[in-house]
């Protein structure tokens, strides 16, 4: 196992290394100067000049990326060209409320998409069935911005149940934990797990059905074994391959959740690339973009290896 983990980790350096360099070229091939977001209308041409060498943009594309690149790994992500602080500090608020939102957004689409796919396996064509896949068709259908306005209409607006926007009361930058904060991360959680739900239900759907006609599950019945036995061999055979859709979807979000906290005001990296893509603010751009997409593939490592542990066949294909 140790060696299948040290081989994947041999495989994830390159990809990782080819990720950072369309993540430094996407922002610089967008039109446009960075540097038009702090310089005033009316600068001279010798400030312009001292500003692009002050940031680097003075030299080559390769030179740019070899110096950003050794500042990376060093935890370096620069400056942010709009509030002037650093980037990495920018990010990591961001990133940890962004984490925060999208786990419990898995974690409540994992929940009751393996609740419908189950029951939608186990009572194909049932009306249970078509209950189940109706609610799964419509959680992937739904665009998440419109369910997000709704709900916010809804429980905010009308019963004035739950807060619209924000992390937490007095305009936090950060969740924390406790009652109060709970409240907030209601809605957008909710309005992020519809997908993730119907995928995960579609997919579990699927699994159920065709494991429940495989031989070794008419084998086990014929044997007597009761319907809990054989729900278990059911979970155990399903598991790995929802895990991974769980994991894929977690990365999406992750990455996917602009719209959502750009609605509710959530404090993410979504909300962060939204004021970074209109304030040009090159550098926080780009640290943000890396730093999701490194989750990516760390998550992917991730599930990888989780699904290794939990079927050896995949390890030795």
């Not at 796919?117 to 064509?125: E, M, Q």
């Not at 959680?139 to 997000?148: D, E, N």
Request: aromatic share 10%.
């Amino acid at each position: 196992m140790l060696i299948y983990i040290l081989k994947r980790l041999v495989y994830v350096t390159p990809v990782a290394i080819g990720v950072s360099i369309v993540c430094f070229l996407l922002v610089h091939i967008t039109p446009g100067d960075p540097l038009s977001a702090i310089l005033p209308s009316d600068a001279t041409l010798e400030l312009q000049e001292q500003m692009r060498a002050a940031y680097g943009f003075d030299k080559p594309l390769p030179v740019q990326y070899a110096l950003w690149f050794w500042k990376v790994i060093h935890g370096d992500l620069g400056t942010s060209l709009a509030t002037g602080r650093p980037v990495a500090s920018e990010v990591g608020r961001a990133v940890s409320n962004t984490f925060i939102l999208s786990t419990t957004a898995t974690l409540i689409g994992f929940t009751f998409g393996t609740f419908f796919g189950f029951v939608a396996g186990y009572f194909r064509d049932s009306w249970l069935d078509k209950l189940a896949s109706g609610i799964s068709v419509l959680g992937v259908s739904v665009p998440h911005y419109w369910l997000g306005m709704v709900l916010v209409i809804i429980f905010s607006a009308q019963l004035g149940w739950l807060p619209p926007t924000g992390a937490g009361p007095d305009g936090s930058g950060g969740w924390r934990p406790d009652l109060e904060h709970l409240r907030y991360i209601i809605l957008p959680a909710i309005t992020m797990s519809v997908i993730p739900m119907g995928v995960i239900s579609r997919t579990v759907r699927a699994l159920v059905g065709d494991i429940l006609n495989q031989e070794f599950v008419q084998a086990l019945r014929a044997k007597g074994l009761g319907e809990y036995g054989v729900f278990k061999h059911v979970v155990t055979n399903a598991a790995p391959t929802a895990l991974a859709i769980m994991g894929l979807q977690l990365g999406y979000l992750l990455g996917g959740s602009i719209l959502i906290e750009t609605v509710f005001s959530w404090p993410g990296t979504g909300f962060l690339l939204n004021a970074a893509i209109f304030q040009r603010d090159l550098p926080l751009l780009q640290g943000t973009i890396l730093v999701l997409a490194m989750f990516f593939v760390a998550l992917n490592l991730i599930v990888d290896v989780v699904q290794t542990a939990l079927d050896p066949r995949i390890q030795r294909g």
